[in-house]
């Protein structure tokens, strides 16, 4: 065998080893300081994204004053920094699902506090009530037990008269995005967010709170 055939053949062999077995991961931690830029740069993103969910890397980058080449040493393409930017919204959801204490201190308290914990995400709405919305918490896996445990609450208080008996609950959970989204429109415009959180928690327990007795019942 020739010298090149020789060298053609180990080759080959080396490239179907590399194929065939698994290749070590690295496992190293990002330091500290890359935590912090990664972070600096999915806040930026967050934060221009609902504000003009066009905006390119660059301007995101811009944002974050970062150079464009630091945001892509932490994430190769806008698909990637999408990706990061859906699990911190995810984080900050379940962060503000916490503090709600759904359930706790009365029903109808409760989903005034998950209301105004959800107002508090500031731009992260921006990014659920966009048009082509980057982020969907219906997409995530938790999201069917999340609406489940808010329609358990829901009848709980339906049954002790602190939420309105004929509202269904389907319609309880969609009136209380339709004003969330009605609080973010308002922060957008220009109404002071104190202003807002009062306006939304008044509108929300009079549409949600124990019906007029003389109020049209539901037709069963």
Not at 83 to 98: G, H, K, L, P
Not at 113 to 140: C, H
Request: aromatic content about 6%.
């Amino acid at each position: 065998m020739s010298q090149n055939q020789t060298r053609s053949t180990y080759c080959t062999a080396v490239a179907i080893y590399n194929r065939l077995m698994p290749q070590p991961r690295h496992t190293t931690e990002p330091s500290p300081t890359a935590r912090r830029t990664r972070r600096l740069i999915v806040d930026a993103a967050i934060g221009t994204l609902a504000a003009n969910p066009s905006a390119t890397l660059a301007e995101i980058a811009d944002a974050g004053d970062v150079s464009r080449s630091t945001l892509h040493r932490h994430f190769i393409d806008r698909g990637d920094l999408l990706a990061a930017i859906d699990e911190e919204c995810r984080t900050r959801f379940a962060r503000a699902d916490a503090a709600a204490r759904l359930g706790e201190e009365g029903v109808l308290n409760s989903l005034d506090r998950l209301a105004q914990e959800y107002l508090g995400l500031g731009p992260v709405l921006g990014l659920v009530f966009a048009d082509n919305a980057p982020v969907d918490p219906d997409t995530w896996d938790d999201s069917e037990e999340r609406d489940q445990n808010l329609v358990t609450v829901i009848e709980r208080g339906q049954r002790g008269h602190e939420i309105d008996s004929e509202l269904s609950p389907t319609w309880v959970i969609t009136t209380f995005w339709v004003l969330l989204f009605g609080a973010w429109l308002s922060l957008k415009s220009g109404m002071s967010r104190r202003d807002v959180a009062v306006q939304l928690s008044r509108t929300l327990r009079k549409a949600m709170g124990p019906a007029d007795p003389d109020a049209p019942r539901r037709l069963s």
